[in-house]
């Protein structure tokens, strides 16, 4: 990554300098960045092959369903000792220049048909004005393998709109349409930061028609066309430090908590 410093003007009085891989993450809100240990990428990507190949032959004992029809696996300790020797965490403190912690980490398919992510913010602001979410908002990382699948769009980023929200439902609407999208393929040599509070979709389900309709026609048009052939992805979040206390990994479909996070 590019370490070169760059002076950047603030109020009279106050001398900052910030590295261009921190202007950047806060000017776009998301960064792509290449894994540093090659042998424990190598042996997630053989434990995930082997994983993902039982999910596809029907051997789900070790996935709870959650919303929306998705399926999520997690293994703490395969997770976590790849999460530090790629150095993860310092990453994501580096970019950000504030000081985060692991909140959750899980590896998520689910079923054809079933989408549960449409555009949208995990920290945004209502039509009343209210914040929802948590604040400072997490710092997703996640990461699309492509294993022995084609490669494809797995994810939607529209570019700066972590620092444009509004509580209109027009103007969003708007800027969800004009602002710049980029897309995040599958790839099994690097992985995407991204804020949180930053709009982002599965491409699959980003149209902008309400989830209840969207999950009709697609329904309607997986019933009549060959359903497609969903790809799984690690799902990996941190909080502010502040806010570990208050996180959950939510529940599964039959209202039962995800277990926590391994110590």
């Known amino acids: 990554m590019n370490q070169k410093k760059i002076n ?3 109020e009279p009085g106050l001398s900052l300098s910030q590295s261009k891989k921190q202007i950047d993450f806060y000017v776009n809100g998301y960064s792509i960045i290449g894994f540093n240990n090659k042998k424990a990428s ?6 995930l092959q082997e994983e993902v190949n039982k999910f596809n032959y029907g051997d789900r004992k070790k996935w709870r369903q959650t919303f929306g029809g998705a399926f999520d696996m997690v293994n703490d300790v395969k997770f976590i000792e790849f999460i530090n020797k790629n150095k993860l965490l310092e990453i994501v403190n580096d970019i950000t220049n504030q000081e985060y912690v692991l909140g959750d980490v899980k590896l998520r398919m689910w079923a054809p048909g079933e989408g549960y992510l449409n555009a949208h913010r995990d920290t945004y602001i209502d039509k009343k004005g209210k914040v929802i979410g948590k604040i400072p908002p997490d710092i997703n990382v996640f990461f699309y393998p492509q294993l022995n699948y084609k490669k494809t769009r797995q994810l939607y980023i529209y570019d700066k709109t972590h620092r ?4 209109n439902f027009l103007i969003n ?3 969800k349409i004009f602002s710049k999208r980029k897309t ?3 790839d099994d040599n690097t ?3 991204f804020n949180s509070s930053i709009i982002h979709a599965l491409p699959t389900y980003s149209f902008f028609l309400p989830t209840r309709l969207q999950r009709k026609i697609n329904n309607f048009l997986n019933s009549h066309i060959k359903k497609t052939k969903f790809y799984p992805r690690l799902i990996i979040r941190f909080c502010a430090k502040k806010n570990s206390n208050i996180y959950s ?3 599964d479909i039959n209202d039962v908590p995800l ?3 391994s110590k």
């Open 8 to 10: 950047i003007k603030s």
């Open 42 to 47: 190598e042996c997630l990507l053989d434990f």
């Open 164 to 167: 444009r929200d509004f509580d």
């Open 173 to 175: 609407l708007l800027l």
């Open 184 to 186: 995040i393929y599958n």
């Open 191 to 193: 992985f995407v930061v």
């Open 249 to 251: 990994r939510g529940k």
């Open 259 to 261: 277990p926590s996070l």
